[in-house]
């Protein structure tokens, strides 16, 4: 069972817009992936073979399990999805987060590298590097079957980051190999590649804004960390903007207003719509990965500590936007697999 204690980090914010709220050592070494839902947050820990579930408020840990190799995770309402290994084959890991305990597995060939979950939590998205390529697995939580949607051929090709749009309809992958990288938009109502945008340098990490707007960050020794803002509709980069030295990962505050850059010392605070540096937070180790929830950012670092930090809570929309970059579209169908095992 995994297990917290909390800690004072030496945490450093230099953002009026920030305040630590708390911070918490779970296992050992570095924190490989995070995520929050409601008052859910789940960590994974690739080296110390772990995958932990704590309160987002008050960081205590609620539960945890042993999961080899875990690495990419999602979570949606009482359930936390994680890949791990094994001797035999790599799967998904199903955990009951208000118990801590494994609930199901979903056997599937292949490493998993990118996860994200549909608006509704009815549908988990694991991107995989098969052989002479990459694809996603499409776990449907209500049949509990899984489907696959081919991408892209290559020996070198990688799934960096995958999200879904706010009506379900379309999924955002980004790939990259040795000849660059791109933006696949993706129609769920048949499994095709709907649309491709050529972006650059390595892909590092992707958000999708309130405003069909999606933000991009590449980085490579190169040109070093770049965030691109790419419009849906055009399918092409309207703005780019350097940040950082060695960015890793990118996450979107509730409003879309802040872009939160994980740097190799620091988190990066960028105003999205000047694309300006606000600030930035450092918690006392090497940073590693972050999650945004309503009114919270939590920052994840190789030393295997959460830290809380309270943020603006958004302002109420005061009317839904009138038209998305996607049109309607029909609950998809894919080709099936074998029914998973529990």
Known sequence: MASGQMRANGVTVDNAAAALQGAVTIGHGPIADIAVDGDTLVVSNY????????????????????????????VAGDSAYVGVASVSYDAIAVIDTRTGKVTASYPLSFSVTAMTTSRDGKRIYAGRAADGGVDVAVIDVITQRVSTIYLAKGDDVVIDAMRVDSSDRRLYVATSDSRGSRLLVVDLDNGRVRRTVEVGPSIRGLEIGLDSTAYVLTSDLQDRGVVHVIDLVAGRITASVEIAT?????????????????????????????LDTVGTISVGARPSCVAVGV???????????????????????????????????????????EPAGV
Request: no cysteine.
């Open 47 to 74: 080296a110390d073979h772990s995958m932990a579930v704590l309160n987002a408020d008050t960081l205590a840990v609620n539960g945890g399990v042993a999961a080899r190799e875990a690495f990419a995770l999602a």
């Open 246 to 274: 060695a960015p890793t990962q990118l996450a979107l505050s509730a409003d879309g207003t802040r872009a939160y850059v994980v740097d190799y010392n620091q988190v990066i605070v960028l105003d999205t719509e000047a």
């Open 295 to 337: 009114d919270r950012l939590y920052v994840a670092d190789y030393a295997g500590g959460v830290a809380a930090f309270e943020v603006a809570r958004p302002a109420p929309m005061l009317y839904a936007p009138l038209m998305t970059a996607n049109a309607a579209a029909t609950v998809p169908t894919f080709r099936e697999l």
